[in-house]
Nanobody, 125 residues
Framework: QVHLVESGGGVVQAGGSLNLSCAAS????????VGWFRQSAGDERHFVGG????????DYADSVKGRFTVSRDNPKNMMYLQMNGLTPEDTAVYYC??????????????????WGQGTQVTVSS
């Protein structure tokens, strides 16, 4: 069972950047499909971006394409979300998630078995 811990959230001005990290323990992250999701107050959890097992495919929400990049460092058992060109609409709690093996598509939160506790990102205008 893999344990995930996010870090790197904070307050940033519109147009700025943040790089979120997700540290994995108790499992080898390279054996997992990984994803980032976000949830604003009063809203459901939405897919941001992800990388499938064995880097089979990568996917992003339309709202972040060209601005956000998901990556992972397998030797360090880490995954990252580089966020550029942030807008107030990106304000949310960001979660990393993982599921062992290949998953049919990356954007369904129900497909992930393991979740971090979340890190708050606030973008001021």
């Amino acid at each position: 069972q893999v344990h995930l811990v996010e870090s790197g959230g904070g307050v940033v001005q519109a147009g700025g950047s943040l790089n979120l990290s997700c540290a994995a323990s108790g499992g080898t992250l390279s054996h997992y499909a990984v994803g980032w999701f976000r949830q604003s107050a009063g809203d459901e959890r939405h897919f941001v971006g992800g990388i499938n097992w064995n880097d089979a495919n990568t996917d992003y929400a339309d709202s972040v394409k060209g601005r956000f990049t998901v990556s992972r460092d397998n030797p360090k058992n880490m995954m990252y979300l580089q966020m550029n060109g942030l807008t107030p609409e990106d304000t949310a709690v960001y979660y990393c998630a993982a599921r062992q093996g290949l998953i049919p598509h990356l954007d369904g939160p129900h497909l992930y078995a393991y979740w971090g506790q979340g890190t708050q990102v606030t973008v001021s205008s």
